[in-house]
C-alpha cells in the first residue's frame, strides 16, 4: 500500500498511464463525434466552431469536480491510493443523438442550426431526468444486486466500449494489432518500457511512427488543417434550447429512457468504483452528472456527461487523482485551439482504440471475479440484451449505407434469412435495463428469494406497459403483451415464494 503523509498527493508519476488512457478515450470520442457531425450534415464551422468547444468544458467541469471529490475523499480516508472517477461524453448517447435527433431534423428541414438546437432542446431535458436520479439513486443501488450491475457495465464494455475499436484495430493489423500488444505487455504483463514512458504513450507514439512510415497518414491533409486551426469558446444561450423545443418535441419521449439509462450507467460505475476500493456518493456523483449535462447542453453542446466505465481499469494502470483533471484541461484545451481537425491527420485511430479494448477486458473480467461463483450465470444473462443492441446498431448502420432499412427489408423477409428482426429489437430496446432486470431477477432467483424476483418481474411490467423496455416507441399501453407476461412470470415466482414459506413453517416439502 503506497505510504501516507498526512498530504493528499494531487499527482503521482502513475497517473501519467492514466491521463494517456483516459484522455485518449475521450479523444477518440472527440474524433468520431466530430466524423458522426460532419457526414450527418453539420457544417465543419458549427461542428469545430460551436458545438465541441462545449463539448469541451463540460468535460472539464466534469473533470474539475470529480478531482475534487477524489481529493474529499483520499483526505478522508489518509490514503494516496484514491482514484478519480472518470469521466468524458457518454458514448452511446454521441450515436443516438445524432443518428435519432439531429439527423432526422435536418432531414426534415435542411437547416442543421435547427437540427442543432433540437439537439440541444433534447439534450436539456435527458440531463434534468438525469439530475432527479440524484434524489433516489442511492437507494436503487443498494436493491440492485451487484452481480446485475457489474454484468451489465460488462455487456455495454464488451460491445460499446471493445467491439468495435476491436474490429477497426485488426482491420489494419500493422498498425492496431502492434499497439495492441504494447498494451497487453505494458498493462497485463506488467513490462517497463524504455525511459519510463507510459504505456499508453508508447502505444500511440508507436502506431502513429508505423502510419506514417506505411503512408497511411497524409501529409498534404495534415498540411491543410493546419489553415483549419481557429481559436473558439462556447456561448451561453437558453434561446437556441427553447428554439429546439418544437422540432424537439417528437423526440423528446426518448429522452426518458435514456436519461434512465445515464442515471443506471451512473449508479454501476459507481458501485464498480466502490469495489474496486474507492466510495463515492452516488446522489454527489449523480448530482455532477446532471448538472454537466444541462451546462453542456445551455453552452452548445448536446451530449451529456458520464462518469465512464474503467474505473478498476484506471486504478490498475496507476492512476490516481491528477489524471482526471489533467484529462479536462487536456480536452478543454484542443477544443478551445480547434485541434481536433489537426489530430485527425496526424494520428491514426488504428493506433488509440486498443486502449479501449483494454477498458472492455477489464471491465468484462470485473464482473466475473468481483460476485461470487454461483451469480456468473446472471452476468452471462446481462450480456445478451446488450449484445442484442449492439447487433441492431450495427444492422441498422450497414442497411442506412446500403440506403435502406429494416422496414423496408422487411421483417419477414430478415427472418427468413435466419436473423429475427423483430425479437432483436424486443431485446435491445432498454438494454440496460432488460439486462439488470434479468439479472437480478435470476440473481434472486439462485438465493432463493422468489419474493424480490417476483417484485422485479412487476417492475419490468410497468417499464414495458410504457414502452420503457423491449419497444421502440415510449407512451402508455405500448407493451400491454410483454406486461402481461411480465405479470405471469411475477405470479409464477410469488406462488414458489408461499411455498417456500410453507415449508418453513412445517408444511410441505416443494423442492
Not at 46 to 57: D, R, Y
Not at 82 to 97: E, K, N, Q, R
Not at 156 to 176: E, V
Not at 239 to 256: H, K, M, Q, T, Y
Amino acid at each position: 500500500m503506497e505510504s501516507f503523509n498526512g498530504h493528499v498527493k494531487l499527482w503521482q508519476k502513475t497517473d501519467i498511464d492514466g491521463f494517456f488512457g483516459l484522455f485518449t478515450n475521450n479523444l477518440t470520442n472527440l474524433l468520431v463525434m466530430a466524423g458522426l457531425l460532419i457526414s450527418t450534415g453539420i457544417p465543419a464551422t458549427l461542428t469545430f466552431g460551436s458545438i465541441l468547444p462545449a463539448v469541451g468544458l463540460s468535460i472539464f467541469v466534469s473533470s474539475v469536480i470529480y478531482t475534487y471529490m477524489a481529493y474529499r475523499l483520499a483526505k478522508k480516508e489518509k490514503r494516496n491510493t484514491v482514484t478519480a472517477l472518470p469521466s468524458g461524453t457518454s458514448v452511446p448517447h454521441m450515436f443516438l443523438i445524432v443518428f435519432l435527433i439531429i439527423g432526422p431534423v435536418y432531414r426534415a428541414t435542411g437547416d442543421p442550426y435547427l437540427a442543432w438546437y433540437a439537439s440541444l432542446a433534447w439534450g436539456f431535458i435527458e440531463g434534468i431526468i438525469e439530475l432527479s436520479g440524484s434524489l433516489f439513486g442511492a437507494k436503487i443501488r443498494k436493491l440492485i444486486p451487484r452481480s446485475a450491475m457489474l454484468g451489465s457495465l460488462a455487456g455495454a464494455s464488451i460491445t460499446f466500449i471493445a467491439m468495435s475499436p476491436a474490429m477497426q484495430t485488426f482491420d489494419l493489423p500493422y498498425i492496431g494489432l502492434i499497439s495492441f500488444i504494447i498494451i497487453l505487455l505494458g498493462w497485463f504483463g506488467k513490462v517497463k518500457f524504455p525511459f519510463h514512458l507510459p504505456v499508453g504513450l508508447v502505444a500511440i507514439i508507436v502506431g502513429t511512427a508505423i502510419g506514417w512510415a506505411t503512408g497511411v497518414m497524409d501529409l498534404d491533409a495534415l498540411v491543410g488543417s493546419l489553415n483549419s486551426i481557429k481559436f473558439s469558446v462556447p456561448t451561453f444561450s437558453i434561446n437556441r434550447i427553447v428554439s429546439g423545443f418544437s422540432e424537439a418535441l417528437p423526440f423528446i419521449v426518448s429522452a426518458i429512457p435514456l436519461g434512465i439509462y445515464n442515471m443506471l450507467e451512473t449508479i454501476d460505475n459507481v458501485e464498480s468504483a466502490e469495489v474496486a476500493g474507492d466510495s463515492y456518493s452516488t446522489t454527489k456523483t449523480m448530482l455532477a452528472d446532471g448538472s454537466t449535462s444541462i451546462l453542456a447542453s445551455l453552452m452548445g453542446s448536446p451530449f451529456p456527461t458520464a462518469v465512464f466505465i474503467g474505473h478498476p481499469g484506471w486504478k490498475e494502470a496507476g492512476a490516481r487523482i491528477g489524471y482526471t483533471l489533467a484529462t479536462g484541461i487536456a480536452v478543454l484545451m484542443i477544443t478551445w485551439l480547434g485541434l481536433i481537425s489537426l489530430l485527425l491527420t496526424i494520428i491514426p485511430l488504428e493506433a488509440v482504440l486498443p486502449i479501449l479494448i483494454y477498458i472492455g477486458l477489464m471491465i468484462g473480467a470485473q464482473a466475473f471475479q468481483e460476485v461470487d461463483l454461483k451469480y456468473a450465470p446472471a452476468v452471462i444473462l446481462a450480456l445478451i440484451p446488450w449484445l442484442a443492441d449492439w447487433g441492431k446498431n450495427i444492422i441498422g448502420n450497414a442497411l442506412n449505407a446500403a440506403g435502406t432499412d429494416a422496414l423496408t427489408v422487411g421483417y419477414e423477409a430478415m427472418e427468413l434469412a435466419g436473423l429475427p428482426y423483430g425479437g432483436l429489437i424486443a431485446l435491445s430496446s432498454g438494454a440496460i435495463i432488460i439486462s439488470m432486470l434479468w439479472s437480478s431477477i435470476l440473481s434472486f432467483i439462485i438465493d432463493r428469494n422468489f419474493h424480490y424476483a417476483a417484485i422485479t418481474a412487476l417492475l419490468g411490467s410497468i417499464f414495458s406497459f410504457f414502452g420503457l423496455i423491449h419497444y421502440e416507441a415510449v407512451g402508455i399501453g405500448i407493451g400491454i403483451e410483454t406486461a402481461v407476461s411480465y405479470i405471469i412470470v411475477s405470479i409464477i415466482l410469488g406462488i414458489f415464494y408461499k411455498k417456500i414459506n410453507k415449508n418453513k413453517n412445517g408444511g410441505i416439502n416443494y423442492d
